[in-house]
């Protein structure tokens, strides 16, 4: 990249790391470094320090700031890049249509998506800078690294990402390439969200009340796998995918968990041509609501939809469901409330057939996925869910898709979605 270097402006720039990781991966020279972080560890403010710095160090460098998907990024990592890393006197340009950055001093960078590999496939870099990397395949991450043949300056791939499973190939290329011996060149820095002196207490708070997979993940930043949870069948990785605009045609499907002070509802539409089911809304309001103020909210989310099924409660909550009938909500005894395990096998194999795809914005039902686990004993497992109480989503969904065997639904066809990585 060739442009003219002019005077340094008068920027006063201090970095002070929140937790020994961060500090670690910004100062890393290896050519190839990440940052695994819980929530609010700091992954993407250091992944953009760490970007700004290499290109004010050494001038005339190039480089890329890249998510799996473009879109994904405004609201993310360039926000941060803006707000909190980049003091506007050390660019002399920015072209918002081609998200190219000018520097002072020569050095440039792209913000770019790799959902658009063909824009990426001529650049010569010096650095790539991946943000959430757990959305990124091996081929994007050794499609990036070939790019990196800038002339004359360090060259760096970095990604900054939440952990994941350890079947990932992050995992791979960084956690069990050391324990083998072959990670040279690579270097992996880990932090949970409570070693962020600056997050608010509230906010720790809440994290805490997380379990299972989805607190060793997102509060303690571990790569842990799947023993123990009730759907270990859940392929996030096939499963977890971008919210779309669900067609009008599409059928839909609802299940509702009673109760006063913890009222859960699950939204499901149903592919006609595939017969998939899409998990599109979750409804978890908290308590003070009436029956009548319930149907109303469900009406509004569903308005110009055909609502074909809902079903809710146990076999016991007949009275409620009659409440919600007179509303103008016509529910209907689950096919399965005698029995939980029957229920959630069902659900199980419609994971293990990955036919029941999540949108990725669906927050509190992925925590209750992620952490609906068997309870231990003595280290042993056993069948007793923990805190089941807790987890309303869940019930809510075992309450209306139990009405599908996994062999019935349709999966002939393949179905061409956006996939992502772990939240």
């Keep these: 990249m060739t442009s003219q270097t ?3 402006p008068a920027v006063n720039l201090a970095f002070s790391p929140i937790n020994e990781a961060q500090r670690g991966f910004m100062e890393t020279g290896a050519p190839r470094s990440m940052f695994s972080g819980a929530f609010g560890a700091g992954k993407t403010l250091a992944l953009c320090t760490k970007g700004l710095k290499l290109s004010l160090d050494y001038p005339g460098n190039f480089g890329l700031l890249c998510r799996k998907n473009r879109s994904s990024m405004t609201h993310t990592t360039m926000k941060t890049w803006w707000d909190k890393v980049c003091p506007g006197e050390l660019v002399v340009d920015y072209n918002k249509t081609e998200g190219l950055v000018k520097f002072y001093n020569g ?10 590999p063909l824009k ?16 990124t395949t091996e081929d994007d991450w050794r499609m990036l690294e070939g790019r990196l043949r800038l002339p004359g300056v360090l060259h760096q791939i ?13 995992h791979k290329l960084f956690f069990e390439a050391r324990a083998e011996g072959r990670a040279e060149g690579s270097e992996v820095y880990q932090a949970g969200t409570l070693e962020n002196p600056e997050l608010p207490e509230d906010y720790k708070d809440r994290l805490k009340s997380y379990t299972g997979v989805y607190y060793d993940r997102y509060v303690l ?3 842990t796998g799947l023993e123990g949870l009730v759907y270990s069948s859940f392929n996030e990785k096939v499963c977890r995918i971008k919210r779309f605009e669900i067609p009008k045609e599409w059928l839909i499907y ?7 002070a913890n009222p859960a509802a699950m939204f499901y539409a149903q592919d006609p041509a595939t017969g998939y089911f899409y998990a599109w809304h979750e409804y978890l309001p908290g308590g003070g609501r009436s029956i009548y103020e319930h149907v109303q909210q469900f009406k509004e989310i569903t308005t110009g939809r ?3 099924k809902r079903a809710g409660g146990s076999h016991q909550e007949d009275e409620i469901r009659q409440g919600y009938t007179a509303q103008g909500w016509p529910m209907s005894e689950p096919l399965m409330a005698h029995s939980v395990a029957a229920g959630i096998a069902r659900v199980f194999g419609l994971h293990s057939l990955n036919k029941l795809f999540i949108f990725d914005d669906l927050t509190d039902y992925l925590r209750e996925k992620l952490s609906y686990a068997y309870k231990k004993q003595d280290g042993v497992l056993t069948d007793v869910i923990e805190d089941k109480s807790k987890f309303h989503l869940m019930d809510a969904e075992r309450y209306v898709i139990s009405d599908f065997a996994p062999e019935s639904v349709m999966g002939s066809q393949v179905v061409k979605v956006q996939r992502v990585g772990a939240i």
């Design 6 to 8: 002019i005077e340094r």
């Design 107 to 116: 050095s440039g960078i792209i913000f770019g998506g790799l959902d658009d």
């Design 120 to 135: 990426l496939g001529s650049l010569e870099l010096g650095w790539v800078g991946i943000d959430e990397a757990i959305e």
């Design 158 to 170: 970095f990604a900054a990402t939440n952990p994941g499973p350890p079947a990932h190939y992050l």
């Design 221 to 223: 930043g571990r790569w």
């Design 254 to 260: 609802t299940g509702h968990d009673f109760g006063g």
């Design 306 to 308: 055909n609502v074909i």
